[in-house]
């Protein structure tokens, strides 16, 4: 079983492209959340999915940013036109049923420059 | 709104000490509470987690406890080891599931 696993590990963006972040849960895990830990700051809840459905985005910021988990495949969190702000790591969990406990990714930690 | 609070922020102690580390929550309906460590650069790992229902789990040298009802969890880490240094992070699932919150963690440092 390997785990949560996220890719990039690092990612280096320009302002202005766009970040693709991806979350493979672990197997048997239907439930994923996505959480932002930016410089100095705590771990920020950003959203709730589960497969092909949005559950809970109330972290999200309102532009820019995206997130699937579609039938097949992993998790995907997407910003658009990057700014510095958005530099941070971003972390993937998941968990079989939503009141469990949680199994943490190793992280995408983005700069934008 | 459920406001997660750790105390100390930062805590420094000599190798062999027996500690413990504060989570308090303002909202006491929870569905569970789970304790995290966090080393520098990398994810987080699972240490402990706390049913709503239960008073305390173990795990080694490690023992957490919950009182709901003053909303406030401890981590007591027996005979410290330098490789215990990390940050320890505290979160709560909220009674409607989901998400967890966190406190901003403790920064602890053994010394050998």
């Known amino acids: 079983n390997a785990g949560v696993m996220q890719n990039p590990r690092h990612l280096v963006r320009r302002r202005g492209q766009e970040a693709r972040l991806r979350c493979s849960p672990m197997k048997g895990h239907s439930h994923v959340y996505w959480y932002r830990q930016l410089p100095e700051e705590g771990l920020k809840f950003m959203v709730y999915l589960q497969k092909e459905n949005i559950i809970d985005e109330s972290g999200m910021p309102k532009e820019r940013f995206s997130a699937e988990f579609p039938k097949e495949g992993p998790s995907i969190l997407r910003i658009q036109q990057v700014v510095r702000g958005d530099s941070a790591a971003y972390f993937c969990?998941?968990?079989?049923?939503?009141?469990?406990?949680?199994?943490f990714g190793s992280g995408t930690r983005l700069t934008v420059v | 709104k459920q406001e997660v609070t750790q105390i100390p922020a930062a805590l420094s102690v000599p190798e062999g000490e027996n500690l413990v580390l504060n989570c308090s929550f303002t909202d006491s309906a929870i569905y569970n509470l789970q304790w995290f460590r966090q080393d520098p650069g990398k994810g987080l790992t699972s240490l402990l987690l706390?049913?709503?229902?239960?008073r305390e789990q173990t795990s080694g040298r490690l023992n957490a406890s919950l009182d709901k009802s003053s909303g406030r969890s401890t981590l007591y880490i027996a005979a410290s080891q330098p490789g215990d240094s990390a940050t320890y992070l505290c979160?709560?699932?909220?009674?409607?599931?989901?998400?967890?919150?966190f406190g901003q963690g403790t920064e602890l440092s053994v010394k050998p």
């Open positions: 969990a998941s968990s079989q049923e939503d009141r469990y406990g949680y199994t």
């Open positions: 706390i049913q709503s229902s239960q």
């Open positions: 979160a709560v699932t909220p009674n409607q599931g989901g998400k967890l919150i």
